[in-house]
């Protein structure tokens, strides 16, 4: 017989635990559950003028008040067109003039108008009215009067959506494109990655670091490459296109392959790294072929890292902006929609329905990762043996010939920008010149969104990483308290199943509203800084989760038995431990906060242009050249601050982790 439950008692360090775990669980909830609530409240939101609920009267000029009339019976002015174009705008107003062709401000004409219920609104002026008192006006108040659209929830929003063919034709597009890509990136990378790791091909150093160069640079940036390789008029290449233009389907794939091939590279070498060599003397004794070999020992053993470089791709390309929006022309896109409808159309709610579309897709595929991570087995045991591959003189050169290959398409596209940055007109005046980094001269921004590029990753980099690393400390190390911790963990997995066009339209609608008392940070610095650590919060939180999973608990054990309080192991032991895990996800951080595009894209102000955002709006106003030398500061940047972080990583760990090498 099972006697009651005994709850522990809880100290002093629990109770501060958890609250610092509520603290930053409520972050989570403020910049990323609210705003997409928001967003898919507005996506179900329609408006429309029900004009059957106004009435009118209107005098001769004696003062004598005619027939009542119904706005929706009256001969209008106003065509059903005119109030259809409004019925989606949250601002839409409908001048009540427009109703009345002969209508002049000067005439002593007088009118009486009243809605017949409550639910009619109108304003006069800045004055909102409603009800069914008549309200008696004379023209040149009356010309003032407008009325206000009526809003329903529904799936109105949606129905219009699918049956626009353009818009629906982008679903088709985004996910033929992401498959497409998935296929070629994945399959490159694979044999990258086992050259890599298979083979005693010369120069792994150097193919391993040009593998990682996409990281460094917006997803934009190979979209200006290939327009200067196979632009059907200029490109240096276009003869290699055979008619066909680069601008479409074609140059979105290939650019896709670009800045995807990193991300699958380094889960697939992961994959590929932690192989037992005895499987393969197993297989070699049996006398088995090389063949046989890889399809039963090699692609089993990586099948999980292949799964999972799959998805990330295909969520890549799925909600990336910046490459279609460059070099896409007139092949409809997911994630280009949204910035039409917001930008372009301000049709806000039409913006919230494609986000919502879009999130379908990146969801499922990140669903179905987890589900497959969960499957995933220990491939390493304690008796496992390291694989060191064998000198195989044929093979090792034909690995090299590939790795080669893919070295130089990766890096001749930053070459091309790095070339298009320096001459003075291509293909006119190839001398080189420096005129195109002198970014006051050019629209999108100048020197001051680099500037302020640089101060966001600074921030990300420093705010990010404490508010993630506490995070990740409260959840892994707090006693008790599963429920909260579970919360906790869904919510700093959610925002790598959203995409940053998702993010930055539910920004819109959270932040920009009036009665949100946080509606002063809409159009600043710190909603950069608060919606990019939110947009990559996940990676971060898993890579310090992991660093923490490796400390042993008996560390807390002894610090709670010589009680000392929580906060001094954190600093003195649990920070320097994970030094390496703290740097890493500061240059994460620090990186994507200035290639990031698709997130802040809507959110900057004209104080807080940002350089990725600036290389758009160059290439939009036909300074191709320009956008490419900015592409390029942000790759300058951010192989500095690599280079930076290595040799603090080199130099700090020699100090902080003398532990791991002494007795």
Known sequence: MRGPKVKPKLGRDDWAQRSFMLVIGLYLIIALALPLYAMMSKAFTTYHFDLSQYEVQVSDEAGNFGEVLTLSNHNMRATPSVVEDLSSNTNGR???????????????????????????????????????AWVELDSNTFRRMVLRPVSERGLANFTTYFST??????????????????????????????????????????????AMMPILVPSLLPGIALLYLFSPR???????????????????????????????????????????????????????????????????????????AAFVVFNLVITDFGLPKVIGGNF??????????????????????????LLVPALLAFGIDRRMQKKQVALLTARSVVFEPKPNKRMDWIFFAYSSAVAVFLAGIIAVCQFAALIKQWPYNLSLSLKNYDF??????????????????????????????????????????EKGRAVFQGLAMLPMAIPGMVLGIAY???????????????????????????HFYTVSHLTAVTALKQMDGEFE???????????????????????PAILNISIYLFVNAMTTVSAVVFLYSTDTALASVAVLNMNDAGDIAPAAAMGMMIFYTNAGARILHALLSKGILARSNAWRKSG
């Open 508 to 534: 819109i609608f959270f932040f920009n509203n009036p009665a949100n008392p946080l509606n002063f940070i809409y159009g600043t610095m710190i909603i950069l800084v608060v919606s990019t650590v939110t």
């Open 332 to 357: 409809n896109m997911l994630a280009v929609d949204i910035y039409k409808q917001v930008i372009g159309q301000q049709n806000f709610e039409m913006g919230a329905v494609v986000s919502i579309v």
């Open 440 to 481: 006051s001269r050019m629209d999108g921004g100048g020197w001051g969104s680099y500037s302020n590029s640089l101060l966001l990753a600074i921030l990300t980099a420093i705010i990010g990483t404490v508010v993630v690393f506490l995070g990740a400390y409260m959840v892994e190390k707090t006693n008790g308290f």
């Open 557 to 579: 054990s002894v610090s709670q038995s010589l009680k000392q309080p929580f906060y001094k192991l954190f600093w003195r032991v649990t920070v320097p431990v994970s030094l």
């Open 165 to 210: 063919p353009s818009l629906n034709q982008s679903v088709k597009n985004s996910l033929l494109i992401a498959a497409i890509v998935t296929v070629i990136t994945v399959s490159l990378a694979f044999w990258f990655a086992y050259a890599l790791a298979r083979s005693k091909m010369h120069l792994k150093g150097v193919f391993r670091m040009v």
């Open 94 to 132: 409908l001048g009540i003039t427009q109703f009345f062709p002969n209508f002049s401000f000067r005439s002593p004409v007088m009118y009486r108008f009243r809605g017949v219920s409550s639910e009619a609104v109108y304003l006069i002026g800045s004055e909102r009215n409603t009800g069914p």
């Open 234 to 308: 200029q490109g240096m290449l276009k003869a290699l296109m055979f008619g066909y233009d680069i601008n479409g389907p074609i140059g979105i794939v290939i650019g896709s392959v670009f800045f995807t091939f990193p991300h699958a590279m380094i889960i697939i070498s992961t994959a590929l790294s932690i192989s037992d060599a005895r499987l393969f003397e197993a297989s070699e004794s049996l006398k088995a072929s090389r063949w046989r070999t890889f399809w039963t020992v090699t692609i089993p053993g990586a099948r999980y890292g292949l799964f999972s």
